[in-house]
C-alpha cells in the first residue's frame, strides 16, 4: 500500500473513536435540554458511554477468551468434540513439553534474579558517580530496542566460523584469542538456554535499573550519613540498609520480569525456534496454534500452563490493591 | 572533588564494565551495517577501525582492451572497479603463490605475456603476439584496506529487501494502536475515577487481574473470532482494524491502570467544583482532566506506541505475511530465516527496525523512564 492509503486508513480508524465520544455526548446533552432534567437516566447514559467501548474490548478481547481458552484446553483440536484430559495427558507425555517446563523454570529462576541483582548494583554505582547518569541511558538503552532486534544484535555476537577461519562474532573471537576452540554458542544443549537469557537479561536490566533509581532517592539521606559517620563500609551500607530498604521494590519489579518471562517468545522463536532443546512453553504454544492446520486444544493447554504460572502473582496484585483501596 | 579512594575508583571501573558490556552488542551492530559487505563476511567488525590486511582475487580486463604500441599489445587498467582506498603490497598469479611478487615487479605468465602490478592496482599486461582470450586472468593480491564505511547496506534493505514498506506497515499499525486505547481508556480511566456506578470496584478488579493474563491466553479465541467474522462479511480476517483492536484488547488493562493511577491523584475539589457549577462529567473530562493529563498520556502514549512497534507475536497472528502487511519485526524475523547468512542484509535491518524506538528513547528518555516507574512502583 502507499503512504497516502495508508495514512487515510489511520486517520479513519482514529477519528472514528474521537468522533463516537464527541457525538454520543453531544447528542445526550442536546435531548438534556430538550427534555425534563432526569439526572439519575442522563448520568447512567453518560456512563455507559465513557464505560461502553473499553468494556467491550475487554470483554472481547480478555474476559471472553480466557474462558474460552480454558474450555478449548478440553476440546479436540478444531474445538468442537469434548476430550476430557485428552490434551492435559497428552502434553505431560510430551517430550517438548516437559522440555519447555524446565527451560521455562531455568528462565524464571535465572533472567529476575540476574536483571534485578545487576540493576540493583548499578542503580547503587552510577548513583555515586558523576557520569551516572549517561551509564544509567546507556545500560537502559535495549529496553527500547524489539526482542527481534535484540536477536540479531546476539545472533551476531555468537556468529560461529569454522576453526580456520577469521571469526566475525565477537564471542567466538575473544574465545579463540584466549585459545579456546570456537564454539556454535546456541547449538550447545543446556548451555545454549544460558545464552538466550543473557538477551532478556541485556534488556531488561534496564528496567530494574531505573525503577530502583527511582526508589533510591527515597532513602533517606541522613539514615545513609548516620551509618557513614557511624563507620559503616559502602558495602555493609548496601546490605543492611540499601536491601531492606528496598524489598518492596525488589519484589515489584521480579513480578514484572517473571510475567514478562513467562511469556517470553520473541528470542526463542527467532534465535532457535525451539531447536536444541531451547524449547519454551510460549513458542511451543505458537507452534501448536499453526502447526498441521492448528490444534487449538494442545494450544489451549499449553497457554494454560503459562496462565498458572501468573495467577499466584495474579492474586498478589489483587491483594496488594484490597490493601490499598482500605487506607 | 572528592578524594580518590580505592572504593570510589573500583565502582567507577565496575560501572564502566557494565557500560561497555550492555553498549558493545549494539555498537557492533551499527558499526557493521556501515561496512562493506564483502568485508563484514569476513572480518569482524572491530578490525574496521584499522588498516587491515586482506587478500583477494581480481581479474584481468580481456582481449577488448588492447592497445598496440610499437611491437607489443598492451592492456592497461586498473584491477579495483572503484577507488576504495585500497594499497596493495604484493601480488601474485596462480592459487599456489598468492604473493609471489612486489608490487611494481614485473611477473611473467606461461604463455610469456608480462604484467607488472602497481599499489594503487593499476596494471599494464604485455604481450608480443595479440591477446586472444575475451576473459582475463586472475591476480592475486594482498592489499592494505584502510577504514571505508558505507550507506550502500540502507538502500539495499530500505528499496530491494522490502524493509521500506515494512517500515510503513509499522507506522499504520502502530499508531492507531497507541491512539486507540489512549482515547477509549482516558474515558474509561475518569469513569473508574470519579463516575460512581455500581459494579465498579469489580470492574477495578477485571482491570488489575486482566495486567497479568497473558496474551497467549487470548490469542486462540480472538483469531477464531476475526475468522467467522471475515467469513461472515466476507472480508479478509487478517486487517490493520483488526491488529489495531487487538493491540487495543491487549494494551487496554495497562493503559486504563496506569491512567487510573494517575487520574486518582488529582484533587477532588477541583472535579467536584466543576459538576456543582453544572458542568457535565462530559465538559469536566475534555476541559479540565485532559489538559492536566497530557504529561502522563506521553508516557503512556511512548510505552504503549513502544510496545506495538516492537511486538512480533501479535503482528504475526493478526496480519498477513505480504508485503503489504508485514511488519518490521516479522520482516526481520523472516530475514533471519531466508538470509541468515547475510549479515550486511541483517544487520542493517535491525538497525532500520531500531531508528524509532531509539529515536523515541533519546528525546523522551524522562517520559518513557515516568511511565515504567509510575506502572511498577504503584502497581
Request: glycine share 6%; hydrophobic share 50%.
Amino acid at each position: 500500500m502507499s503512504i497516502f492509503s495508508l495514512a487515510i486508513t489511520v486517520l479513519v480508524g482514529v477519528l472514528f473513536f474521537v468522533l463516537f465520544f464527541h457525538l454520543s455526548n453531544f447528542l445526550l446533552d442536546y435531548f438534556r435540554v430538550k427534555a425534563s432534567k432526569n439526572f439519575a437516566f442522563e448520568n447512567s447514559v453518560r456512563v455507559i458511554i465513557f464505560i461502553a467501548p473499553a468494556f467491550i474490548v475487554l470483554f472481547v478481547f480478555i474476559i471472553y477468551p480466557v474462558f474460552e481458552t480454558i474450555r478449548l484446553s478440553f476440546y479436540d483440536k478444531v474445538g468442537e468434540n469434548f476430550v476430557g484430559l485428552f490434551n492435559y495427558t497428552w502434553a505431560i507425555n510430551d517430550p517438548d513439553f516437559r522440555r519447555s517446563i524446565i527451560n521455562n523454570l531455568g528462565w524464571l529462576i535465572v533472567v529476575p534474579t540476574l536483571s534485578t541483582f545487576f540493576g540493583l548494583v548499578i542503580a547503587n554505582l552510577a548513583d555515586r558517580i558523576w557520569w551516572g547518569s549517561i551509564a544509567k541511558s546507556i545500560i537502559f538503552m535495549p529496553m527500547a530496542i524489539s526482542f527481534v532486534g535484540a536477536g540479531v544484535i546476539w545472533k551476531f555476537m555468537y556468529d560461529y566460523r569454522g576453526p580456520g577461519d577469521q571469526q566475525i562474532g565477537l564471542l567466538n573471537a575473544i574465545a579463540v584469542a584466549l585459545g579456546f576452540e570456537p564454539q556454535a554458542w546456541l547449538t550447545i544443549p543446556i548451555w545454549n538456554n544460558l545464552f538466550l537469557m543473557a538477551i532478556m537479561i541485556w534488556i531488561q536490566t534496564g528496567l530494574a535499573l531505573v525503577i530502583f533509581s527511582a526508589a533510591l532517592r527515597s532513602i533517606p539521606i541522613e539514615t545513609l550519613d548516620a551509618a557513614r559517620i557511624d563507620g559503616a563500609s559502602e558495602l555493609k551500607i548496601f546490605w543492611s540498609i540499601i536491601i531492606p530498604y528496598l524489598e518492596q521494590t525488589i519484589l515489584v519489579i521480579w513480578t514484572i520480569i517473571t510475567i514478562l518471562v513467562l511469556k517470553v517468545f520473541d528470542i526463542i522463536y527467532a534465535m532457535t525456534n525451539g531447536q536444541w532443546q531451547t524449547e519454551v512453553l510460549a513458542n511451543l504454544m505458537y507452534d501448536w496454534m499453526f502447526r498441521g492446520g492448528g490444534d487449538s486444544g494442545r494450544g489451549s493447554v499449553l497457554a494454560f500452563c503459562i496462565l498458572i504460572g501468573v495467577i499466584p502473582i495474579l492474586a498478589w496484585n489483587l491483594y496488594r490493591h484490597k490493601q490499598e483501596q482500605k487506607v | 572533588m572528592k578524594k580518590l579512594t580505592f572504593t570510589s575508583v573500583f565502582s567507577q571501573l565496575l560501572l564502566l564494565l557494565f557500560v561497555i558490556a550492555w553498549i558493545v552488542p549494539t555498537f557492533g551492530l551499527f558499526i557493521s551495517s556501515l561496512r562493506d559487505k564483502d568485508v563484514l563476511a569476513i572480518s569482524g567488525w572491530w578490525t574496521s577501525f584499522t588498516t587491515t590486511e586482506v587478500n583477494e582475487i581480481y581479474r584481468t580486463k580481456g582481449k577488448e582492451d588492447q592497445i598496440k604500441e610499437g611491437d607489443y599489445y598492451f592492456i592497461k587498467s586498473n584491477l579495483f572497479d572503484e577507488n576504495q582506498g585500497k594499497e596493495i603490497y604484493r601480488f601474485g598469479i596462480t592459487s599456489k603463490n598468492i604473493d609471489e611478487y612486489e608490487v611494481g615487479e614485473t611477473a611473467l605468465f606461461k604463455d610469456e605475456t608480462e604484467i607488472t602490478v602497481f599499489e594503487n592496482g593499476d596494471y599494464v599486461w604485455k604481450s608480443r603476439e595479440e591477446f586472444k582470450k575475451k576473459k582475463g586472468k586472475r591476480i592475486f593480491v594482498s592489499a592494505k584496506s584502510p577504514p571505508s564505511f558505507t550507506f550502500d547496506n540502507y538502500k539495499e534493505v530500505l528499496l530491494k529487501e522490502g524493509l521500506g514498506q515494512a517500515f510503513l506497515n509499522t507506522f499504520a499499525v502502530a499508531l492507531p494502536a497507541t491512539l486507540i486505547p489512549l482515547i477509549i481508556c482516558s474515558y474509561f480511566a475518569y469513569a473508574l475515577t470519579w463516575m460512581k456506578f455500581y459494579g465498579r470496584d469489580l470492574l477495578l478488579a477485571t482491570i488489575i487481574a486482566s495486567l497479568v493474563v497473558p496474551l497467549q491466553m487470548c490469542l486462540i479465541p480472538v483469531l477464531t473470532i476475526y475468522n467467522d467474522f471475515g467469513a461472515l462479511f466476507g472480508v479478509s480476517a487478517k486487517s490493520y482494524p483488526g491488529i489495531w483492536m487487538a493491540h487495543t484488547g491487549f494494551g487496554l488493562a495497562s493503559t486504563t491502570f496506569l491512567l487510573w493511577n494517575f487520574l486518582k491523584t488529582l484533587p477532588s475539589e477541583m472535579i467536584e467544583a466543576a459538576r456543582v457549577d453544572g458542568a457535565t462529567h462530559y465538559d469536566t473530562f475534555i476541559k479540565i482532566v485532559v489538559p492536566l493529563s497530557i504529561p502522563s498520556f506521553a508516557s503512556i502514549f511512548i510505552l504503549q506506541f513502544l510496545w506495538v512497534w516492537n511486538d512480533l507475536l501479535v503482528g504475526l497472528v493478526f496480519l498477513d505475511k505480504h508485503p503489504s502487511e508485514i511488519i518490521l519485526t516479522a520482516k526481520l524475523k523472516e530475514l533471519l530465516g531466508s538470509r541468515g547468512e547475510n549479515w550486511e542484509i541483517l544487520t542493517t535491518g535491525a538497525f532500520v527496525s531500531m531508528t524509532v524506538p531509539l529515536f523515541i528513547f533519546f528525546s523522551l528518555q524522562r517520559y518513557f523512564i515516568r511511565g515504567l516507574v509510575a506502572g511498577s512502583v504503584k502497581g
